[in-house]
């Protein structure tokens, strides 16, 4: 899968105190065959893997199971301890924060696993969700909740090719996407993670692996990860990482089917919830990581665990020897031990040298780990491709963006509101209208989100202004204060600030908070059409105030691309999205799902478009 650029070339025979040479000099580095058959590229993978495997230490084969966060650990102990992995968490970045800045991180990190004695290149890990989305300058695309509401996997197969090539230029090789959950209570704060509540469009959207890991000669590609194993959005009550108290039919049916069809994709990774299953910590669960991933539905990658995940089978804050044992007799390949990841390889050996962990165990992890990296092409070109740096929020990759937020737009409410003339006198309003932060929701530069400029990109009050006429009058007034009947619509942007994972939990109310009806209630006094365009994560409890709007826009979290939303309300493009998930009539129905009796006030697959 080639995708890296040829940083220099080095003569076939170059021996490893030439290498190591270059590296203490800061100098580019290039893997070419040498006296070693794994470093032969003309041989096949499992060819290398076992050659490299049997060249390895136990000191080599624990650090490929580990996986510090970039904050903290050195160059020189990437070197030391023979690290495979780098993660970046949420919002972890270099300073300044530029693709450029990255590139040059990862080329550094690099250089220090290059320089251990089997040259054995790492990987670096992002949560790249809706785009390259902790990189300044990145194209954030909607998120998943949103692409589920296109119905388009081809469209989210392009969007997979975008976000490898903005990665590949920043070096970064390993992306934590996609999220392939199925999210059956809107209560929980990763609903928009998810492509949709039944497992056909999850599965159906796994095109962006696909898209992330491209075999074809050219292409941008890195490695891609299912996550999160197993039954995430199925917990009691929506809680994040909860316990999903199902049966296993129910698992079967509903929450693995987007598994088998990643792992028909050949993904190159699969990350396990910090969820439960009747009570049983998935980190820890043997029978479903092993049993029914890796030998049932065939998964021949490797299994990665959340970040601290171990810290969680026994229920009690830290990890502990046991613990380790058991997370990797469970399965897991590479632990994400972001902090304490020195003591992790201490207690993974020992376990080993206990015979808690057998050796065949470890071979099996590093081989899966291994495989990935040689079929990446990371031994022959290691370095980041710098050629791709220009694609990074690239006019290419941000029209791409807004095509995709006009196809997710679901219009669930129109009497002759929409669409708008360009020539008409609108009025816009609402605390999400101006604002990239909140378009964009969470996972968007820091690891909750924020609000305010965060990124370059088109708010969608700026989309209205570039869409509507030039002559036209477009008033902006984020309270609504000013608004009278003169206008020919009113626009109310309103919905949730942006948060993520287990911060966006809902276990209370679900209804617009007392700002947003505030102002919606400011536009319809003035007797205008009011429009109101809802930027969220979910669907909102919004049906006893749905009576006095006169259109209603799902716009989900559309990203930097906030033209996309005014092209639909403006008809430049049709409303084609329809409801990945079911809109409650009160948040007392929750959890509400496609056949299971209860009336909605929207259906699941509902949508409508203009005459």
Known sequence: MPYRMDISSLKACLTAFGVLALVALGGPVRAEPGPAPYLDPRLSVEDRVEDLLDRMSLDDKLGQMTQPERRYITPEEITRHRIGSVLSSGGSAPVPNTPRSWADMYDALQRAALAGPLRIPLMYGVDAVHGHNTVVGATIFPHAIGLGATRDPALVRRIGAATAEEMAGTGVDWNFAPCVCVARNDRWGRTYESFGEVPELPAAMTTLIDGLQSDEPGP???????????????????????????????????????????????????????????????????????????????????????????????????????????????????????????????????????????????????????TRKFQLGLFERPMADRTYLASV??????????????????????????????????????????????????????????????????????????????????????????????????IAVVGERPYA???????????????????????????????????????????????????????????????????????????????????????????????????????????????
């Open 393 to 490: 929020g690239s006019a290419e990759h941000r029209g791409l963006a807004r095509r995709a937020v006009a196809a997710s737009q679901v219009l669930l409410k129109n009497d002759d509101a929409l669409p708008l003339y360009d020539d008409d006198k609108v009025f816009v309003a609402g605390r999400a209208a101006d604002d990239i932060g909140m378009q964009s929701g969470g996972w968007t530069i820091t690891w909750q989100g924020g609000t305010g400029p965060v990124t370059p990109g088109t708010t969608i009050l700026d989309g209205i202004r570039k869409v509507a006429d030039p002559s036209a009058t477009v008033t902006y007034s984020r309270d609504a204060t000013g608004i009278d009947g003169s206008y020919d619509a009113a």
């Open 501 to 611: 994972e287990y911060h966006g939990d809902r276990p209370g109310a679900m209804g617009l908070d007392d700002a947003d009806l505030e102002t919606i209630g400011r536009l319809r006094a003035s007797g205008v059409p009011v429009i109101v365009v809802l930027v969220s994560g979910r669907p909102l409890d919004i049906a006893a105030e749905l009576p006095g709007w006169d259109a209603l826009v799902a716009s989900w979290l559309p990203g930097t691309e906030g033209a996309g939303v005014a092209d639909v309300l403006y008809g430049e493009t049709a409303p084609t999205g329809r409801l990945p998930v079911t809109w409650m009539r009160s948040a007392s129905q929750q959890p509400i799902n496609r056949g299971d009796g209860k009336k909605p006030l929207f259906p699941f697959g509902y949508g409508l478009t203009y005459e």
């Open 220 to 370: 941008a590609s890195v490695l891609a990860t299912a996550k999160h194993y197993v039954a995430d959005g199925g917990t009691e009550s929506g809680k994040d990482r909860g316990d999903a108290r199902i049966s296993e039919e129910e698992l079967r049916a509903v929450h693995l089917p987007p598994f088998r069809a990643a792992v028909r994709r050949d993904v190159g990774a699969v990350m396990v919830s910090y969820s439960s299953w009747n009570g049983q910590k998935m980190h820890g669960d043997r029978y479903l990581i092993t049993d029914v991933l890796k030998r049932e539905l065939g998964f021949e990658g490797f299994v990665v665990s959340d970040y601290n995940g171990i810290d969680t089978i026994d229920g009690r804050p830290g990890f502990t020897s046991e613990e380790v044992a058991t997370a990797v007799n469970a399965g897991i390949d590479m632990v994400m031990v972001p902090v304490e990841w020195r003591r992790f390889i201490d207690y993974l050996r020992d376990a080993v040298k206990r015979g808690d962990v057998t050796m065949a165990r470890v071979d099996d992890a590093n081989r899966r780990i291994l």
